[in-house]
């Protein structure tokens, strides 16, 4: 079983900050990595999906590297509204899935 | 714009079953890319992983989970559901229903389920 372990739990910035935030596989999943954003009291949204594509409607400020087992998302400059739950999702034991355990951006 | 909706008691009391439909609107379920699935949230917790199944009516479901979940799907009502039986208070959560194509594309607001007596 895969396991994604994200860094760190917490991140404090202010906003023009620039965020990186880890997720790490305990086994080589190519890019077979998504980067999810939760606000309190909603659903999770899907911001990058295979490592480094941004989903539809996703602000160019959000990118994504990596493959293998280390894999990075890149926050370029905070807006308030980014200050949010991040987590990573795994998918290559599909249709089995995996997540982070999450970090909070504040 | 595809939309779902989660749709179910919001109490359950321990050992008995959790049932949660799933509604889509906008879209068919009977589509042969999607996959349809639920996931949890316990209370100030990461995300979990409950299961899948595809219009078929092909499931997948999470090992620690398996005995207990079952995930069906009505494509004449473009409904998917989902029962966990024999519940504890560790299964009080938030569940998702999510469609999934390569990833967890549109997502249900979330339903909360409490168990206890």
């Known amino acids: 079983e895969i396991v994604l372990t994200q860094s760190p739990a917490t991140l404090s910035l202010s906003p023009g900050e620039r965020a990186t935030l880890s997720c790490r596989a305990s086994?080589?999943?190519?890019?077979?990595l998504g980067w999810y954003q939760q606000k309190p009291g909603q659903a999770p949204r899907l911001l990058i999906y295979?490592?480094?594509n941004r989903a539809t409607g996703i602000p160019a400020r959000f990118s994504g590297s990596g493959s293998g087992t280390d894999f990075t998302l890149i926050i370029s400059s905070l807006e308030p509204e980014d200050f949010a739950l991040y987590f990573c999702?795994?998918?290559?034991?599909?249709?089995?899935?995996?997540f982070g355990q999450g970090t909070r951006l504040e | 714009q595809l939309r779902l909706q989660e749709s179910g008691p919001g109490l359950v009391k321990p050992s008995e079953t959790l049932s949660l439909i799933c509604t889509v609107s906008?879209?068919?379920?009977?589509?042969?890319?999607?996959?349809w699935g639920w996931m949890r949230q316990s209370p100030g917790s990461g995300l979990e992983w409950i299961g899948n199944?595809?219009?078929?009516?092909?499931?997948d479901s999470q090992s620690s989970l398996w005995n207990r979940v079952t995930i069906s799907i009505d494509t004449s009502k473009n409904q998917f559901s989902l029962k966990l039986n024999s519940v504890t208070a560790a299964d009080t959560a938030v569940y998702y229903c999510?469609?999934?194509?390569?990833?967890?594309?549109?997502w249900g607001p979330g339903a909360l389920v409490t168990v206890s007596s």
């Open positions: 086994q080589s999943i190519s890019t077979y």
């Open positions: 999510v469609r999934i194509w390569r990833y967890l594309e549109d």
């Open positions: 295979d490592a480094s």
């Open positions: 906008g879209g068919s379920i009977n589509h042969r890319s999607y996959y």
């Open positions: 999702q795994e998918r290559s034991s599909w249709p089995h899935i995996t």
């Open positions: 199944i595809l219009y078929t009516g092909r499931t």
